[in-house]
């Protein structure tokens, strides 16, 4: 049973570097996209991106030049890394797994979420 | 990128009534690539659905989806008590995935 956990710090100033990890235990990493979801506060939820366990990433648009995700096969986890946040940045992260193989498929597995706040 | 409207907002319904949740993409989404999550408040999202109309493993079959083109639908047959919860839409035929802004299920 594959399972994710998120970890990383609940409090960022703003201006500075968001860095998340989420770590997968019980199973490989081989094959899967690897996503970061974020919901604020009482909104909907928001995709962020995916790196595949080749190293390949998709970003949204209008994160794109603030976001690196990326995979570290050794350790069986992957990251997030969003620069210059703000108060806008303050949601409950989650990583998941899409169902896979290959392109395309929904999230069948997720992490419980860290909560990070942006402020000074 | 595809835009997902799910409505409505809230729908407020009694156990054992049959909720119907809409979701709308601005341009065509290929069955194969809509899904719906079903989430409680402090928890994750949990995949209910996959490819428009396949439940996802341990979902119990009062969960069912349809749909075509830019319309789709979740119908839950006769709520239980734990079926109350927000639940989402998903496209994953082009990135960005994009999600709807979700349909609250209240008693």
């Known amino acids: 049973q594959v399972h994710l956990q998120e970890s990383g710090p609940g409090l960022v100033k703003p201006s500075e570097t968001l860095s998340l990890n989420c770590f997968v235990s019980?199973?490989?990493?081989?094959?899967?996209?690897w996503n970061w979801v974020r919901q604020s506060p009482g909104k909907g939820l928001e995709w962020i991106g995916f790196?595949?366990?080749?190293?390949?990433?998709s970003y949204k648009s209008s994160l794109k030049s603030r976001v690196t995700i990326s995979v570290d096969r050794s350790n069986n986890s992957f990251s997030l890394r969003l620069t210059s946040v703000t108060a806008a940045d303050t949601a409950r992260y989650y990583c998941?797994?899409?169902?896979?193989?290959?392109?395309?498929?929904?999230?069948?597995?997720w992490g419980q979420g860290t909560m990070v706040v942006v402020s000074s | 990128e595809i835009v997902l409207t799910q409505s409505p907002g809230t729908l407020s319904l009694s156990p054992g009534e049959r909720a119907t949740l809409s979701c709308r993409a601005s341009q065509s989404v290929s069955a194969r690539y809509l899904a719906w999550y079903q989430q409680k408040p402090g928890q994750a999202p949990r995949l209910l659905i996959y490819d428009t109309s396949r439940r996802a493993t341990g979902i119990p079959d009062r969960f069912s989806g349809g749909g075509s083109g830019t319309d789709f639908t979740l119908t839950i047959s006769r709520l239980e008590a734990e079926d109350f919860a927000v639940y989402h839409c998903?496209?994953?035929?082009?990135?960005?995935?994009?999600f709807g802004q979700g349909t609250r299920v209240e008693i």
């Open positions: 998941a797994r899409d169902q896979g193989p290959g392109y395309g498929y929904s999230l069948d597995i």
């Open positions: 790196v595949h366990d080749s190293g390949t990433t």
């Open positions: 019980g199973g490989s990493m081989s094959g899967h996209y």
């Open positions: 998903q496209q994953y035929l082009s990135s960005p995935w994009t």
